[in-house]
T-cell receptor, first 110, second 110 residues
């Protein structure tokens, strides 16, 4: 049973525009949410996170929004750059356990 | 320093071989993890060590044997693997809510 879902397997965006990656979860016990970026054959790199007591966290070009009532979070990348092209995983944690979505492959077109 | 290191980077082994994967972190994290990742899939949790004790074993076959010699090191001993075990093996560590991944070991079983 997939507790964290990313329903868009891929996304293409023009350079300079906004990329919006979405993630839904089912378990209301999750108290922390994370986004990871992954290049092929490499380990995921931590990007940004948000606690369940917040609804927004911003770090440079990356902003994560959390809507607890909808059990939905999103990652906004503005402006998008070609180097942002990668697979993005959202993850949710409860205690020591982390649950990953299936990933969204982002392509930023120059 | 948010570095988790893994050796070797690549490993090719036969089905009768015995090999070990190594993971190291010096961030003082007390939880360490092994994940398996196939192409275009999210990381699959295999084992969790908390304070050097195995706390979670996600029904992993006994041909995978984890070991945590101390709080900085995590090993994964491999024996009699199958070709379908070929994957990227990721180590991660966490303290609190953020999990950091190593670069992975690309394992090929012939």
């Amino acid at each position: 049973d997939q507790q964290v879902k990313q329903n868009s397997p891929s996304l293409s965006v023009q350079e300079g525009r906004i990329s919006i990656l979405n993630c839904d979860y089912t378990n209301s016990m999750f108290d922390y949410f994370l986004w990871y970026k992954k290049y092929p054959a490499e380990g995921p790199t931590f990007l940004i996170s948000i606690s369940s007591i917040k609804d927004k966290n911003e770090d440079g070009r990356f902003t994560v929004f959390l809507n607890k009532s909808a059990k939905h979070l999103s990652l906004h990348i503005v402006p998008s750059q070609p180097g942002d092209s990668a697979v993005y995983f959202c993850a949710a944690s409860a205690g020591n356990q982390f649950y990953f979505g299936t990933g969204t492959s982002l392509t930023v077109i120059p | 320093d948010t570095e988790v290191t893994q050796t070797p980077k690549h490993l090719v082994m036969g089905m009768t071989n015995k090999k070990s994967l190594k993971c190291e972190q010096h961030m003082g994290h007390r939880a360490m993890y092994w994940y398996k990742q196939k192409a275009k899939k999210p990381p699959e949790l295999m084992f969790v060590y908390s304070y050097e004790k195995l706390s979670i074993n996600e029904s992993v076959p006994s041909r995978f044997s984890p070991e945590c010699p101390n709080s900085s090191l995590l090993n994964l001993h491999l024996h009699a693997l199958q070709p379908e075990d070929s994957a990227l093996y990721l180590c991660a560590s966490s303290r609190g809510d953020t999990q950091y991944f190593g670069p992975g070991t690309r394992l090929t079983v012939l």
